[in-house]
């Protein structure tokens, strides 16, 4: 053997072993869980099966806000692992084979709107029309969620004509997921290597279509 071909073999011996695209021993697998919290509710994440006409972008059932948070998610974390595979010289047909290695699982309960205000009356709102749960609706953003009737009693901070609105929607704006991998190199990554790809992502969703939601979002590695 030649020391040309020595030298090869070596640095391909290199290259798989610290950007290989092996899988772990089956039935193994590493998991990290992540939680992104901080954003405001853009409708794409809420559902109504009765009002879509009234709101565009709205989605039409709990399956489909629940499969676009994670396709949201999904897509930002690729997006941040092929930018680091490219940076590294890797051929695309590794990181794919990479990628195929990751799954990717939100946890996430959309909102359901049962009745929606997308531009309050100057007079605020009667209570016959707030004895359903609201959505209130500015722009593309559910701000509030109001409802009349709290525990069977009225509840007298939903009168929206005094500007005490509910503040919305605590319970809408954190997403829990993990990310699960069979390849060998990410599964040893540390928790803070695993950190700066979720907070990539996060900056990720604070430049694209839903900036205005995602501007002070903040990814946790758990």
Known sequence: MTKLATVLISLLSTFVVVFGCGVMPQGQTRTISFTVSGFTLPVS?????TLRPQVPGIAASRDAASSFVSRLLMQRVIDVLEHHGRNAGLPDSVISAILSQLMIQTNYVPLECKEMTVEIP??????????????????????????????????????IGKGTMLAAVSNYTTISGTLTTTNIIMANWSKEMWQGVVNRAARMLASGAFRTNFFSAFATVN
């Open 45 to 49: 994440m809420v559902y109504s099966d």
């Open 122 to 159: 100057a007079g605020g709102m009667t209570k016959a029309v707030m004895m359903k749960p609201h959505c209130i609706i500015v722009g593309s953003t559910v701000t509030a969620l109001c409802d009349a009737m709290v525990g069977g009693r009225n509840n007298d901070k939903c009168d």
